[in-house]
Every structure is written in C-alpha cells, then in structure tokens.
C-alpha cells in the first residue's frame, strides 16, 4: 500500500523539477520582472528613508555626545572647587560650553580663594579657557 497518493508525488515531482532548474541556471529564486516598476520605486523610497535616518541618529548622537562632554567638564570642575577647603563653602556656579571654556560665577571670602579656584578650573581635564566672574566678598 502507498504511503503517499499519487497527487503528492507529482507535487514533489514537480517542485525538485522548478528547484533544479533554478539551481542549474545559477540562482535559486525566479528572476522579479516586475521589480523594475513598482519594486524598484519601494526599495528606492526605502533606502532614501534608511539615508535620512542615519543622518538624523548621526546627528543626535554628536549632540549627546558634546551635551556629555560638556557636563563632564562641567562635573569635574565643580568637584575640585567642592573637594578644596579653602573655597568648599564658596557660591560658585560651573559653566562650560562644548570649546572647553568654562565660566566660574559667584562669590569667594578672598583674593587667594579667587585665584585659586580659577586655577584649579583651569587645570582641569577638558579646560581650556577659563572665564573668572568671581567676585570677593571679603564679609563672608
């Protein structure tokens, strides 16, 4: 008794048959003439998006990149002035742009404090410029 009816096996038969033939021409999918109209139009649509969005992650990513940089400076900057003991206690606020230059605003107790915290921002990793808004405030 047959395993298989006889439709299968011409089935079969006749799938291996359009198989083969592929394979022999040298590829193994039916070649898409109908790709050169709407096909073609998709898949052009397609990579103009894919070009689009990847010079709009490529953008984004420069922008985070320059806002992490630019706090990082920031950070470290601010940690020496909180870490030193002498201007610890001072009021001072950290700007910094995305060129290095950071901007030290606010108040010290005195000359030497002043001097020595734009010094210390100004040997920080990242500093190039330092910009001294500071003010002494000699009450304090």
Do not use: C, H
């Not at 040298?26 to 109908?34: H, I, K, R």
């Not at 910094?96 to 000359?111: E, N, W, Y």
């Amino acid at each position: 008794m047959n395993r298989y009816p006889q439709k299968f096996k011409i089935a079969t038969m006749i799938t291996t048959l359009v198989l083969l033939a592929f394979l022999f021409r040298g590829t193994a999918t039916p070649p898409l003439v109908a790709q050169d109209g709407i096909g073609q139009r998709i898949g052009q649509s397609i990579d103009r998006g894919l070009d689009r969005l990847q010079g709009e992650v490529q953008e984004g990513w420069k922008t985070l990149k320059q806002t992490v940089d630019r706090l990082g400076v920031e950070g470290r900057v601010y940690s020496r002035l909180r870490w030193d003991k002498e201007i610890a206690t001072s009021t001072i606020d950290v700007d910094a742009t995305d060129a290095g230059v950071v901007t030290l605003k606010g108040q010290v107790r005195s000359s030497a404090s002043k001097q020595k915290a734009v010094r210390l921002a100004g040997d920080t990793l990242g500093v190039t410029r330092v910009v001294d808004q500071l003010s002494v405030n000699e009450t304090e």
